[in-house]
């Protein structure tokens, strides 16, 4: 019999997610919003099975997901079918905050950019716990990561209470069983696959908006 349960239902495994990641690639490397956020759905549910220290961070990210899912939802809809249609439609519509906060405070682009610049994060994270030895510690992972990239863009008080955060991350032992993705083996695999899709999202996104200057919407 077919699996009736659904992917909101059945276990949840990392794969999945970070599949959304490589099937919002289109061949000619458009980037679908709808399974981009997808994506950070998933790794949002993931988060939160870690435990309620991070739903500060979760909040966010679900707030950043539903004004992009209104979008896409939205009788404008069909403009934001991918991440190139998006960016088009709201400059040529002057729908963006450009320098400053003003009548555009959410828009689609300045929405996502807070996503694109987790997203590297995720990346530079995701690369470290790839090439961990089983002592590892998650926590300094995840630190490291975040000071090479999102830190930067955050106050101090946001840093601070992220750092607190990363604390009591658990173990590499635990985080690999709740990725649930099998044995060691198979998760170092498994990130050996999904790493290059993320970096390759990242970087169109990234090239698209230096092209756009939209790299430090307000
Ligand atoms: C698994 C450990 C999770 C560590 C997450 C590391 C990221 C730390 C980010 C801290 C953000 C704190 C919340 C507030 C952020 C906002 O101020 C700030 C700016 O927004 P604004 O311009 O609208 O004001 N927002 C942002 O930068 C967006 C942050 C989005 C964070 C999403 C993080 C999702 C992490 C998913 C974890 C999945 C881990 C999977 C690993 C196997």
């Avoid at 955050?154 to 840093?159: A, F, L, S």
């Avoid at 996104?205 to 919407?217: F, K, M, P, R, V």
Wanted: include cysteine; hydrophobic fraction near 40%; charged fraction near 25%.
């Amino acid at each position: 019999m077919a699996d009736s349960t659904g992917p909101e239902n059945h276990k949840f495994s990392l794969q999945e997610v970070l599949d959304s990641f490589r099937v919002c690639l289109s061949e000619d490397e458009h980037v679908s919003l709808e399974r981009y956020v997808a994506g950070w759905r998933g790794l949002v549910k993931f988060m939160n099975s870690l435990g309620n220290v991070f739903t500060f961070i979760s909040k966010d990210a679900v707030s950043k997901i539903q004004i992009l899912v209104n979008f896409l939802n939205g009788e404008n809809g069909s403009h934001y079918v991918t991440i190139q249609s998006m960016v088009k439609y709201e400059l040529e519509n002057g729908l963006v905050d450009v320098s400053k906060r003003g009548t555009h405070p959410e828009s689609g682009c300045r929405t996502l950019l807070r996503l694109h610049r987790a997203l590297r994060w995720l990346e530079l994270f995701l690369e470290r716990l790839r090439i961990s030895k089983e002592d590892g510690k998650t926590s300094v992972m995840c630190a490291d990561a975040y000071n090479e990239s999102l830190s930067q863009h955050h106050p101090w008080v946001i840093r601070k209470a992220a750092g607190m955060a990363f604390c009591v991350l658990p173990g590499r032992p635990t985080f690999f069983e709740v990725m649930n993705v099998g044995s060691t083996e198979k998760v170092v695999e498994m990130l050996g696959e999904a790493v290059p899709m993320i970096s390759k999202v990242y970087k169109i996104t990234e090239d698209l908006y230096a092209q756009n200057n939209l790299l430090e919407l307000p």
